[in-house]
C-alpha cells in the first residue's frame, strides 16, 4: 500500500506540514484488530507517538484503548473518545495533581514506576475515597539492541522497579486498601525490529508468574515497541504485527481470565506520517551540494536527536538525472540534518521534498526553538 502524495494540491500549501494517509493508517488498525484477536488481547495505542485530534479520533473510533504519560494525554485521549476504564497513565514523575485528576476521571490503571511513587497514589486515593488501580511496571533487565536512548530495560534505569525488589512494592501494594494491585506492566524499549527480545520477556514474565503465584495478577502489560522499517516505508508500510502478536500468544503462560495488554505507539501511526517541505536553496559548496529544506529539527527532531534516518523523496523533480546531496533544515545547529550523500534526482529551488515514515515522534515533538512556527497538518481524505 504507496502512499500517494497529491502533488499538485501540496505545491499550493505552505510548507513545511505534517502530512498523514488515512487509508494506511485504517488499514493498519485493522490489521492490528485482525492479528491481535486472541482471546483477552486488549492493544493500547501508545498517544505519546501521536497525539493529533484528528489521529487519535481514528484510533479511538477502532476500539482500541490509550497508553497515557501525563494528564494533558490523559484529556487528549478522553477529548478523543478513548474510553476512561481503557486508558492506563504511565510515566515516571506523575505529579500530585495528574494522580488526583486521573483518579477523577476513573482511569483504567497507573502503571506505577517506583514504591515512592506508590505510596503518594495510595495517600492520594485514601484522601479521595477512592480505590487507586494499579500495575507495577517491572524493570525486565532485557536488552533491547535499539539505540540506548529508547532502550528502556535494562538493570539500572530511571523506568520501572528493579526484580529485586518486586516483593517489597507488591506486599505494599497488598496491605493497602486504598490500591487496587491489577498486574505487572513491562516496556523493553522501542523501535524493536529483532522480535527475540519479546520472546525473552515472555519467558521472563512466565518466570515471575511462577515466582509469584501467591499473588493474583488480573492483566499483564507488555509494553510496545515495535519497530517499523524507515528504509522502505512503501515496501513495508504496515509492521508484521501477525509474528509480534504469535510470540505472546505462543510464548505467554497467561493464568486462567488473565489479560494480556499491548501499548503500541510506532508501530501505528509512523509509517501514515511525511514530514512535507519545500527547497529553498541548493547550496554548491567546495565538494558537495546541500539541499537547504524550509522544515528541519524543529519539525522533526528525530535524525538530531537519536541520529535516526527517514527516508528523504522529492516529490516533484521529474529529472532522469541522479545526484548526490547533503540534505538539511533551515536551523542553528549543524545537527540539524536530514542526511548525508543522499542520491536524490536533481534537485532544485521550490521543489517538494518528504521525509517518510515521520507520523510517530514526529509532529508531538515539533518545537519552536529558533521562534519557528510549529507545523500544521494535512490528512489525505480531505485532500481530494
Ligand atoms: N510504553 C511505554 C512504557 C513507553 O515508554 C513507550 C515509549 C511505549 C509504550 C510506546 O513505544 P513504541 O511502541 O512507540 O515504540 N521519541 C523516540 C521514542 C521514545 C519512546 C518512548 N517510550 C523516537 O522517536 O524514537
Not at 261 to 280: K, M, N
Not at 351 to 378: I, K, Q, T
Amino acid at each position: 500500500m504507496k502512499t500517494h502524495f497529491p502533488v499538485d494540491r501540496m505545491r499550493a500549501e505552505a510548507t513545511p506540514f505534517y502530512y498523514y494517509d488515512m487509508e494506511l493508517l485504517d488499514a493498519t488498525i485493522k490489521a492490528i484488530r485482525q492479528y491481535s484477536d486472541y482471546p483477552d488481547f486488549q492493544v493500547h495505542y501508545a498517544v505519546k507517538a501521536n497525539s493529533n485530534p484528528e489521529i487519535l479520533r481514528r484510533i479511538a473510533a477502532s476500539g482500541l484503548g490509550a497508553d497515557t504519560v501525563s494528564i494533558g494525554e490523559v484529556k487528549a485521549a478522553l477529548d478523543a473518545g478513548f474510553s476512561a476504564a481503557k486508558t492506563v497513565f504511565a510515566g515516571v514523575g506523575k505529579t500530585d495533581e495528574e494522580i488526583a485528576a486521573a483518579l477523577e476521571y476513573g482511569i483504567g490503571c497507573f502503571n506505577v514506576e517506583s514504591e515512592p511513587e506508590l505510596f503518594v497514589i495510595e495517600s492520594i486515593a485514601r484522601q479521595m475515597g477512592k480505590k487507586a488501580p494499579v500495575a507495577l511496571r517491572v524493570n525486565p533487565e532485557i536488552d533491547a539492541h535499539t539505540h540506548h536512548y529508547i532502550t528502556t530495560g535494562i538493570a539500572e534505569n530511571k523506568f520501572g522497579i528493579a526484580m529485586s525488589m518486586l516483593r517489597r512494592v507488591i506486599d505494599s501494594c497488598i496491605k493497602s486498601e486504598w490500591i487496587d494491585l491489577q498486574g505487572l506492566h513491562f516496556h523493553i524499549g522501542s523501535q524493536v525490529t529483532d522480535l527475540t527480545p519479546y520472546k525473552i520477556l515472555c519467558e521472563r514474565i512466565n518466570r515471575l508468574q511462577e515466582e509469584y503465584s501467591d499473588i493474583e495478577f488480573a492483566s499483564i502489560n507488555v509494553g510496545g515497541g515495535l519497530g517499523v522499517d524507515y528504509d522502505n516505508p512503501d515496501t513495508n508500510p504496515i509492521p508484521d504485527f501477525e509474528e509480534f502478536f504469535k510470540i505472546f500468544h505462543e510464548n505467554l503462560k497467561l493464568r486462567s481470565g488473565q489479560q494480556v495488554h499491548f501499548e503500541l505507539g510506532r508501530a501505528v501511526v509512523a509509517q501514515c506520517g511525511s514530514l512535507i517541505t519545500r527547497v529553498v536553496f541548493v547550496k554548491e559548496g567546495v565538494d558537495k551540494k546541500f539541499v537547504i529544506l524550509d522544515g528541519g529539527m524543529t519539525e522533526l527532531i528525530r535524525p538530531a536527536l537519536y541520529q535516526a534516518h527517514h527516508k528523504i523523496e522529492n516529490l516533484t523533480s521529474t529529472s532522469p538525472d541522479e545526484e548526490r546531496y547533503d540534505v538539511v533544515g533551515p536551523i542553528c545547529e549543524s545537527s540539524d540534518t536530514f542526511g548525508t550523500d543522499e542520491l536524490l534526482p536533481e534537485t532544485k529551488r521550490g521543489d517538494l521534498v518528504a521525509l517518510r515514515s515521520a507520523g510517530a515522534y514526529g509532529e508531538v515533538m515539533a518545537s519552536c526553538y529558533n521562534c519557528r512556527s510549529l507545523p500544521g497538518s494535512r490528512f489525505s481524505h480531505r485532500f481530494r
